[in-house]
């Protein structure tokens, strides 16, 4: 989903060791609203896939999630698109909770490893 948000610029003065200056670019308020981007489901080889019972439970401890070349559109504000993340803790998890047999699957490793992108299949 793409939320918008306004931005403004910022200027930092540090007058120690001398006077420099720092840019910052802001989020300054929610302006509201969401738009649904539709992505398709990734490749998952087979081989990076695992099976899971009914009624079990696969977390996945990670520090950050996804990463989006265009997240923040300011090129009108400051003349680029600046990328953005969404973070996690170090301690977070994720968790997938099967209700019926599935499989999970990464995109470049098993879910165990660095599988890069998890795709939950049905049975």
Known sequence: MRTHYSYGKYCT???S???SFKWQVKAIR???GTRTILSSVPLTPIQYCTDYEADSTVYKL???AVQWVRGASLESVIGIDLS???G???DAKQGVHYYSAGTLCGTHDTP???P???VVRGP
């Open 116 to 118: 890069r992108r998890l």
């Open 17 to 19: 060791p001398g006077p």
């Open 112 to 114: 165990g490893g660095s």
């Open 88 to 90: 996690f803790r170090t």
């Open 30 to 32: 929610f302006e509201g």
């Open 62 to 64: 990670d520090s950050n």
């Open 13 to 15: 003065t540090y007058r």
């Open 84 to 86: 953005s993340r969404t």
